[in-house]
């Protein structure tokens, strides 16, 4: 291990969107998003033995369209969430995990969709801005019951340089 070798938390999405008949019809690709300071302060927590929970299991759809800044705890205007789906370590590679959800065509279909937000934590519920906001994107469409989606979360924890 080299002196002064630091640890980063890379949170990558990406969203997958399918006509009725399963086609894809857009990917937007893996991208960046920023880790929330009450993300990074869970981690702190988790590793400090004060919390337990860090899991993520909500995914949140809202329509506020102003930039992310670190201190945001909930989404702007949360219209819509959901439990995850999916949920897996990489076997292949250590400090991989992989969350999805899964956004059916009769779903999340009655706002404009224009902030996506991830929660984790025991406070995590079915209930509008619980739990811990570890995460939020800006991503624009108007989602319709001619098309699902799949929104696709890889967070990484690696070594530094």
Known sequence: MKIGEKTGWLGEW????????????????????????AGLNMFADLLAGTITDGEIKYVALGSGSAPSTLDMAKLADEKWRKLVTYQQKDPATPGVLYTELFVSDDEANDFHCQEIGWFAGSGATGTKDSGIMIARVLYNRQKTNLESWTIRRTDTIRRGS
């Open 14 to 37: 990406e969203i997958i969107i399918r006509d009725r008949c399963g086609n894809v019809i857009e990917r937007t690709g893996l991208r960046p998003n920023l880790i929330m300071d």
